[in-house]
């Protein structure tokens, strides 16, 4: 079974390429699914998380404020990176149990930050999904209310373009219709399933 990563920046469109997928019946797992499960109350991560960001991080139920979490580490890159350290191993362990569990001619890891996590030598194939910065901003802005400068100042901390580039294996670009895009996925379906046989 051939592994293979999909990332791309903030609204490029790597939820529309892995819904199109899992409806071709492609198993697809999201590393933001198990970053939620690897950090509900209990789990051995958030007494980590605890400990370093102090116990005001847990609400009185003892789950994560994830908000509060947030706004902590965007502003404070050491702290980000103790989270990281924390929280990918954790997360990456979790995929690849669950793809152990999988039996398909291969399977789509969803990791937004592949290249800043350094991790696209893990896969047999990785998959880029990109779209203009202007129409991303567009889109999430559309979908969640983001501003323009919350906008930028999230691709600030992400990779570049050019980057994610360097360690694909095959770009998607999203500037165009739902279906062009589909169609993408469709050939590039095709093209993975050859590859397996
Ligand atoms: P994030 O990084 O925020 O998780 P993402 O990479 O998963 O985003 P999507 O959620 O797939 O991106 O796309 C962002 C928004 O743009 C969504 O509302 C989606 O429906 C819309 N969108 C994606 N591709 C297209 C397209 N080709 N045409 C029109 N809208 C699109």
Redesign the pocket.
């Known amino acids: 079974m051939l592994k293979i990563a999909l990332t791309?920046?903030?609204?490029?469109?790597?939820?529309?390429?892995?819904?199109h997928l899992s409806a071709l019946g492609v198993p697809v797992l999201d590393a933001?699914d198990f970053s939620h499960q690897a950090t509900r109350a209990k789990e051995p991560a958030v007494a980590q998380i605890a400990k370093v960001f102090g116990p005001g991080i847990l609400n009185a139920s003892g789950n994560l404020d994830r908000a509060a979490l947030r706004q902590m580490v965007f502003a404070d890159e050491g702290k980000r990176k103790q989270l990281e350290a924390i929280l990918h191993p954790e997360i990456r362990k979790r995929m690849n149990e669950a793809a152990s569990t999988l039996d398909a001619p291969y399977v789509v890891f969803?990791i937004?930050l592949l290249i800043e996590t350094g991790q696209a030598t893990d896969f047999d194939f990785v998959l880029v999904?990109e779209?203009p910065a202007a129409l991303?901003a567009q889109?999430?802005g559309?979908?969640?209310g983001l501003s323009a400068e919350d906008f930028r100042a999230i691709t600030d901390v992400q990779a570049s373009d050019a980057q994610r580039r360097q360690a694909a294996d095959e770009v998607i670009i999203?500037?165009?219709?739902?279906q062009?895009?589909h169609a993408q996925v469709d050939a590039l379906h095709r093209r993975l399933q050859g590859l397996v046989q």
Request: glycine share 16%; hydrophobic share 30%.
């Open positions: 791309g920046g903030i609204g490029s469109g790597k939820t529309a390429v892995t819904q933001d969803s937004p999904i779209a991303r889109r999430v559309e979908r969640s999203n500037d165009g219709s739902l062009a895009l």
